[in-house]
């Protein structure tokens, strides 16, 4: 049974750069066919997609937060992570990783639990 | 950018109503349209994909239809484990993924 958590910093001051690890188990991240994605979502709000890996380490980014987001993966510890530069607390929100069935269907079909993170001095 | 609306916001029905939200695209979308459930405090579930695909796993009262720009899901017997907020998402040729506001639906 393939399951992702999500683990960071739940706190980050405006400015910094936020940085959340997500750790797959019960599978490989390196097996074929799946993109590994992080999503937020602002309190009481929706979802927001934020971009996603291949674990060969290709990554697309929201256009909407590209500028600010790196997303990297590290195959030898079964992890991707997320770091998102220059918050303001508008970046507070719920992060989630998401694993993405790649392929003529594309859903998002397994996620964590997710991680509250808020951006406050 | 493709926008994604839903209505209604949200509803409320009593338990064995039969329910349904729309989703609309701001443009053809094809049937690259998929449904989630999302109880309070949890992480989104998949109930649907392309439109109409039911998830391995998740009960028959739950199913979707709808190409181009116009979508329903519909929950055939409302029970009370259904209340949730559901959302539709979408997925186009720019590798790019949207999802609606979502539809908070209630026990009356």
């Known amino acids: 049974q393939v399951q992702l958590q999500e683990s960071g910093p739940g706190l980050v001051k405006p400015s910094q750069t936020l940085s959340l690890t997500c750790t797959v188990s019960g599978g490989s991240i390196s097996s074929g066919g799946y993109y590994w994605s992080w999503i937020r979502q602002h309190p009481g709000k929706g979802l927001e997609w934020i971009g996603y890996?291949?674990?060969?380490?290709?990554?697309y980014y929201n256009p909407s937060l590209k500028s600010r987001v790196t997303i990297s993966v590290d195959t030898s510890k079964n992890q991707f992570s997320l770091k998102l530069s220059s918050v303001t607390a508008a970046d507070t929100a719920v992060y989630y990783c998401?694993?993405?069935?790649?392929?003529?269907?594309?859903?998002?079909?397994?996620w964590g639990r997710g991680t509250l993170v808020t951006v406050s001095s | 950018d493709i926008q994604m609306t839903q209505s209604p916001s949200s509803l409320s029905a009593s338990v064995g109503d039969r329910v349904t939200i729309t989703c609309q695209a701001s443009?053809?979308?094809?049937?690259?349209l998929n449904w989630y459930q999302q109880k309070p405090g949890k992480a989104p579930k998949l109930l649907i994909y392309?439109?109409?695909n039911l998830e391995t796993g998740v009960p028959s009262r739950f199913s979707g239809s709808g190409s181009g720009t116009d979508f329903t899901f519909t929950i055939s017997s409302l029970q009370p484990e259904d209340i949730a907020t559901y959302y539709c998402q979408q997925y186009d040729n720019l590798l790019l993924f949207t999802f609606g506001p979502g539809t908070k639906v209630d026990i009356k």
């Open positions: 443009q053809d979308i094809s049937n690259y």
């Open positions: 998401a694993r993405e069935n790649w392929g003529p269907s594309r859903y998002f079909d397994l």
């Open positions: 890996i291949y674990y060969s380490g290709s990554t």
């Open positions: 392309d439109a109409s």
